[in-house]
């Protein structure tokens, strides 16, 4: 890859979905200009350490799926089906049991846009892909869950 920027064929390097060993290691290599991970109020999981090493090295980050693959907008119902080849008909979180249990997390969101006068997107795309704090998006959610 070094080589590929260094010959004007590719101008930025980034990493999807990337744990924070590989990124330092990547970045010590060559300079990582993004990471890319699954993160919305329903996932989390690049907090403690992916979201860290980004500020650290100056390394941007991409949500992907901010608003939980269209669940978290409301407009999939607990009955809905995915084609074969849709990648949540295979995922756990998508099983009609496990979508009837987060229905909860649905209609706090839209109690929470109500409240706020803002589409449910609008709204969890503000809670949810803030980097400045998202231990202050956490608690926002936390409050609009216990409301």
Known sequence: ????????????FGLSEAAA?????????????????????????????????????????VPWSPLGM?????KVASTSTFGVNDFRAGSPRFTPEAMQANQAVVEAVQQLAAAK??????????????????A?????ARAAWTA
């Open 21 to 61: 060993d590989t990124i330092r290691r990547a970045h010590a290599v060559q300079p990582v200009t993004a990471i890319q991970s699954e993160y919305s109020l329903w996932t989390r999981d690049p907090e403690p350490e992916v979201l860290p090493v980004r500020e650290e090295l100056g390394i941007g980050f």
């Open 1 to 12: 890859m070094e080589d590929l920027i260094a010959a004007g064929k590719v101008r930025h």
């Open 136 to 140: 202050s998006c956490r608690s926002s």
């Open 70 to 74: 269209g669940y978290l907008t409301g």
């Open 117 to 134: 006068r803002a589409s449910r997107p609008r709204r969890w795309r503000s809670l949810g892909s803030s980097q400045e704090d998202p």
